[in-house]
């Protein structure tokens, strides 16, 4: 009974109060600032260290359709961007996140010559990473969303490889947190940041890995219009993340 209520507390508790998104980036040991939604923006817009899309509300997108879903709202290219190694980690910070179950993804798109000027609708969204149930049931299981949290109000860090291989350039990033703890109510957190990438490589995905933001979720899709408190996601022990595969070069 105790763990029951424990269980229930803590969704509710997370419900109200569990909005956030990821503000900044370490790669190779080097702290990256992006946009934060709670400092003025007479203190972020056009500054020359900003490497990240703008977005003004820890509030989720519900709408997979919406046009915010691609770089969250408003979505204003940055001036900078984060130099990075095909093959180097990257690292996004996040603050007080308490949700613990659905999916994690990083997507990249090719900007081609500028990301100040590109707009990530019209992207080629490829993903290089995702996360998800780990192990046990839909309902009660670890979820990599769960595990990655530091519950001793540390930031909670989600590391990520740029795959070796992929062919310099300018390059948005978007790490995409899909939250199902709402009963066939979906809620997205995307933030994007802009990518320098540099190095050896000469790849870049075939057609099979790449979707459109918004297009690639849908409400139609079971994984993402689910109930995870039904009987059957509390006797599932898999859950298929939607969208392309995993490019990993």
Same mark, same amino acid.
């Given at each position: 009974?105790?763990?029951?209520?424990?269980?229930?507390?803590?969704?509710?508790?997370?419900?109200v109060?569990?909005?956030?998104?990821?503000?900044?980036?370490?790669?190779?040991?080097?702290?990256?600032?992006?946009?934060?939604?709670?400092?003025? +923006?007479? &203190?972020?817009?056009?500054?020359p260290?900003? !490497?990240?899309?703008?977005? #003004? @509300?820890?509030?989720?997108?519900?709408e %997979?359709?919406?046009i915010?879903?691609?770089?969250?709202?408003?979505?204003?290219?940055?001036?900078?961007?984060?130099?990075?190694?095909?093959?180097?980690?990257?690292?996004?910070?996040?603050?007080?996140?308490?949700?613990?179950?659905?999916?994690?993804?990083?997507?990249?798109?090719?900007?081609?010559?500028?990301?100040?000027?590109?707009?990530?609708?019209?992207?080629?969204w490829?993903?290089?990473?995702?996360?998800?149930?780990?192990?046990?049931?839909?309902?009660?299981?670890?979820?990599?969303?769960?595990?990655?949290?530091?519950?001793?109000?540390?930031?909670?860090?989600?590391?990520?490889t740029? +795959?070796? &291989?992929?062919?310099?350039?300018?390059?948005l !990033?978007?790490?995409?947190? #899909? @939250?199902?703890?709402?009963?066939?109510? %979906?809620?997205?957190?995307?933030?994007?940041?802009?990518?320098?990438?540099?190095?050896t490589?000469?790849?870049?995905?075939?057609?099979?890995?790449?979707?459109?933001?918004?297009?690639?979720?849908?409400?139609?899709?079971?994984?993402i219009?689910?109930?995870?408190?039904?009987?059957?996601?509390r006797a599932?022990?898999?859950?298929n993340?939607?969208?392309?595969?995993?490019?990993?070069?």
């Amino acid at each position: 009974m105790t763990l029951i209520f424990l269980f229930i507390t803590t969704v509710f508790f997370s419900t109200v109060v569990a909005h956030g998104g990821t503000s900044n980036y370490t790669v190779n040991g080097v702290w990256y600032r992006g946009y934060a939604p709670y400092d003025s +923006p007479e &203190s972020q817009d056009g500054q020359p260290w900003l !490497i990240q899309r703008k977005w #003004i @509300s820890i509030n989720p997108i519900f709408e %997979p359709g919406n046009i915010s879903i691609a770089c969250n709202y408003p979505g204003d290219p940055a001036p900078a961007s984060i130099p990075i190694t095909a093959g180097d980690n990257i690292t996004a910070v996040y603050y007080d996140w308490l949700h613990t179950v659905g999916p994690m993804v990083v997507w990249m798109a090719d900007c081609g010559e500028s990301c100040a000027t590109f707009h990530a609708t019209n992207g080629k969204w490829f993903k290089i990473a995702q996360e998800g149930l780990i192990n046990g049931t839909i309902t009660e299981g670890i979820w990599f969303q769960r595990a990655f949290q530091e519950w001793d109000g540390s930031p909670s860090l989600w590391t990520e490889t740029i +795959p070796a &291989s992929l062919k310099p350039g300018n390059y948005l !990033i978007r790490h995409e947190i #899909i @939250s199902l703890h709402i009963a066939n109510k %979906p809620q997205w957190y995307p933030e994007c940041a802009h990518l320098t990438v540099k190095g050896t490589g000469t790849k870049v995905p075939e057609e099979q890995y790449y979707a459109k933001i918004p297009g690639v979720w849908s409400m139609n899709q079971p994984e993402i219009n689910i109930d995870v408190y039904s009987n059957q996601s509390r006797a599932s022990t898999t859950y298929n993340i939607p969208g392309p595969p995993v490019w990993k070069g």
